[in-house]
């Protein structure tokens, strides 16, 4: 009986911690089915109304910005490749960061790691304007390149890689190479596939890490034609519910990305048990 | 020049540690030797230094003709069965075979054929398509040779790899591993430090202490003929029964007993050692045991017990003598089988 209640009563506190965080985003959501003058008038609304198609193709269609020659629909496109990009390519360095620190006979790898980690403590932020500096340099500014390449080596995905690293006992490596696996063999053949689960679990993470980024894509990019979501966010201008939508659908590529690569995480973690 | 010939091998590591000194050792086409030794001996470096999975600090290592100290160990032709198996997690029983095979560049057809082979000998058919984590202890242990025997390599390694089972099952495998090994004819050096398993696995014994090769030759020689102290100490279950004791003009005072006309012209301490199954029952006997304790192991009895200066003591006899706890028994060496060694060195003088 107790055990019922104390289980009970810990329900009760999720359910009201879902709630609080889900119903302002309901709220924004159903809002952005009304047109603005019910909004204007009645503020907020918690039931959905009828102009949902018109508000979301007008907002993903209209041309913004100064020079109004930007789409919502080419913000999601910029993010898109720029997130991908940011994922994938940190990943493939954090990768083959780890394993040459773990792996290779580098004399100082341990310093070297920690080197490499309190680049954490130095944020994006800090060191925008030389960052920016060597970009304008290399002509790069207004390009996906431009965008991607500066936030691409990520200390904390190498901090992921290198400790399950050296979780693998070398008589893996050993065994391997008795069966006469190379270096570029091993790693390919044994520690990509055994870091699967964390490879999905670490693009999603810099899938959504490249998408939040708003100072540096802000800095980078001159031209409208590079704007992304969450500069969007900012300069989208126009009526209250065309905000609303676009901030819903703001948030549908990172959910989209967890739904999709959840699935492999989940199935990675079975399988290893 | 014999199939693998180790030759001066000495080992130091990085930090110092002398794991291996200077050791020679040549090992023949198709034998099977087993290095034994205490833990920390240097057993597993010596093992590893022919797979190429250590590099060598000094001496050469020849195996079928070829200097193998700068050889990679993927190019070495050796197969090895590590402790914990080590096999592929992530690769199912059938591709953990293949591996090597594939990485030789042998074509599909052949590989199939191969691995089906190694899995019919080794039994493990059933599993092939299996991960290592569904399989039982025993099973892994079998696709852990398999993977070794496929290649068929020029020598196989084998580092403690019954340790992880229990003991029914090691028994059975041991069994298993010196039938594969006759049938498929390999070299092999196989390393434990399991003294009854390195018995009956060997056609040759190496003895290792500190690094060093006391005691090199076949399981019986060793047994029959133990150069030093600690040979003698290590080979043999029960232990052998070492006494304090002198000798002087070819007569040993030990306990209180004395035996003459010893081979020796060795003069001074001694330690006199005396195998437990060496003793029998006579009246008047050199050697007086107060038995505290019988082990009936059903076809001995293990009878442990104290001499007349409180020295522990063993004695093995046929399980059909009934052995009182507190009874007095009087026994006789036999056959002279005693050893004698230089109590300062360790070295035999008899
Ligand atoms: N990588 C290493 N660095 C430094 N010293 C080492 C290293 N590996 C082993 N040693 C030392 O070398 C000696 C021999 O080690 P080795 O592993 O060969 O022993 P072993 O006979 O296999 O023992 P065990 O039966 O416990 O496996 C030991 O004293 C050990 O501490
Ligand atoms: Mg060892």
Known sequence: MTRFITSSFSHLILLIGILIMVIPVWMIFASSTHTSSMINMNGLQMFLGDSFYENYLRVLLYKGGFFKEITALKMFFNSF??????????????????????????????????????????????????????????????????????????????????????????????????????????????????????????????????????????????????????????????????????????MVPPILIIIVLQKHFIKGVFQDK | MSFLDLKNVTKIYPNGTKAVHETSLSIDEGEFMVFVGPSGCGKSTLLRMVAGLEDITEGDINLDGKLMNEVDPSERDVAMVFQNYALYPHMNVYNNLAYGLKNRGIDKETIEQKVNDAAKLLQISDYLQRKPSMLSGGQRQRVAMGRAIVRNPKIFLFDEPLSNLDAKLRIQMRLEIKKLQQKVGVTSIFVTHDQVEAMTLADRLAVINNGIIEQLGTPIEIYDNPKSLFVAGFIGSPQMNFLDGNLKNKTLSAESFKIKDIISDFEGDVTLGIRPEHLSQKENGLINLKVDLVEQLGSDNLVYGQLKDKKDFCYRCPGNLIIEKGSNLSLNIENNKYYIFDKSTGKRVN
């Open chain 1, 81 to 250: 490749i720029m997130a991908t990009g940011v994922a994938i390519l940190s990943v493939i360095t954090s990768l083959m960061a780890a394993y040459a620190l773990v792996y290779y006979r580098i004399k100082y790898a341990t310093l070297l790691f920690w080197i490499i980690f309190i680049t954490i403590l130095v944020p994006l932020e800090l060191r925008i304007f030389p960052t920016y500096s060597v970009m304008a340099e290399l002509n790069l500014v207004n390009s996906y390149f431009g965008l991607i390449v500066p936030i691409s080596a990520s200390a904390i995905a190498t901090l992921f890689f290198r400790q399950f690293y050296k979780t693998i006992p070398d008589e893996l490596l050993e065994s391997a190479k008795l069966d006469g696996a190379n270096t570029w063999r091993f790693f390919v053949d044994f520690l990509i596939p055994l870091s699967k689960t964390m490879i999905v679990a670490m693009l999603i993470f810099m899938f959504v890490f490249g998408y939040n980024q708003y100072l540096w894509p802000l800095l980078v990019t001159t031209s409208e034609q590079y704007w992304t979501v969450v500069m969007g966010l900012k300069m989208m201008s126009g009526s209250i519910v065309h905000r609303f939508a676009f901030v819903m659908m703001s």
